[in-house]
């Protein structure tokens, strides 16, 4: 199917010319992928090189912003860490309740497979680790292994082509989703370590404001982001990873419009006088007719698909390249290699990810709860759990708050190459198992 450009009627600027080609780029599935690869490869590359001491110390600069009495002094690494990967969180939290409310989770008998798989590719990764572990002072990374990175996934498959099935992408980028709030719920559960009742009731208490807002019919954005930021800053100071709160404003977002287009074209219809040439020369208060088209036209999608598709840009390629900058810097050694920590972490991901799946997916097929979607096969199946390996971004989060806020340089080096062969593997079998493309 062709796709048809559409051109708004508006002057085409030189501005416009010379942006086009960045735009056209950023539309490409694979770029967030392969703009996050690059910023890995960046990280790598200078914290192996002459510039390592600079570089690493740059992102401890110490930012410090006081208000009176109330004094904010974090470092540069935990502010992103922990402040702009909550707009991260918030994002994914709208892509699990846009899945749950229209989505391939929305309904049970066809989310019962990716739910299973995602579930196996949690727990066999956990345990061979843990069995790995046990007893050493590694033990308490276990979550490492357990995410998939939907930005490298989506990449891979992109990269591949039209050969992939449709079902194939659906039945990965679903088990991403229920993978992504396993590990949230690992991160509340698995590594909170002391809670302080008096900041949790704060958070809580402005989770319920939010809530009132929406019930009582608030739709413009500041007075949600202002009660947001006070939420992240109780549960911040509660003990609980700050960050969690961008989940649960993320899941508390409306996914459904307010007007609906019916409606919308009626109320244009009522406008379109007031348009005319003469007529709108001549009207006082343009800017008030401007707004109020503008707001109306906002409300013909939901507040969910408006800000995911608001937000998405910036952490796709902002916040999440920002956060491999700060994070992936890891001085590779052999001796890290070697480690058990390292090792317990690729064998969780290359080995554990794609028989958890395998398993599980197995046995919910065998119980005939699910089946196996139409072009789909047990071959590009096996071949495409290797995908879910690749745990780049949320295992290295993850690895900061078990080891400490720089995290463990071993278990870093366990993810980039457990990340790095599953994405190999993971593409090398499904270029082998997937059907050839028919040349004309």
Known sequence: MNHIETR?????????????????????????????????????????????????????????????????HHSLHHVINDGLMAVFFFVIGLEVKRELAHGSLSDLKEATLPIAAAIGGMIVPATLYLSMQYGQPGMQGWGIPMATDIAFVVGCLAILGSRVPHSLRVLLLSLAIVDDIGAILVIAVGYTESLDGRYLFLAAAAVGVVHLLSRIGVRRFPPYVIVGILAWIALHESGIHATLIGVILGLMTPATPTLVPERFREYLHEKEHEFQPKKWRRRLHRAEVVREVQQLTRETVS???????????????????????????????????????????????????PLGIVLLSWLVIRLGVARLPSGLNWPILISGSFLAGIGFTMALFIDGLAFGADGLDTAKTGVLVGSAISAIAGMGLLLWTLPKPIRE
């Open 303 to 353: 507040p969910l698909e408006y800000l995911e598709s608001s937000l998405h840009p910036w952490t796709a390629y902002v916040i999440m390249p920002v956060f491999a900058l700060a994070n992936a810097g890891v001085l590779i050694e052999p001796a890290n290699l070697g480690d058990s920590v390292a090792i317990a972490v690729v064998i969780g991901l290359v080995v554990g990810k």
């Open 8 to 72: 708004l009627p508006l002057p085409i600027q030189p501005i416009d010319r010379w942006l086009r080609p960045f735009a056209r780029f950023l539309h490409i599935e694979a770029t967030s992928g392969l703009v996050l690869i690059l910023c890995t490869v960046v990280a790598l590359v200078a914290a192996n090189s002459s510039w390592a001491e600079s570089y690493l110390a740059f992102w401890h600069t110490d930012l410090t912003i006081a208000i009176g009495d109330i004094v904010f």
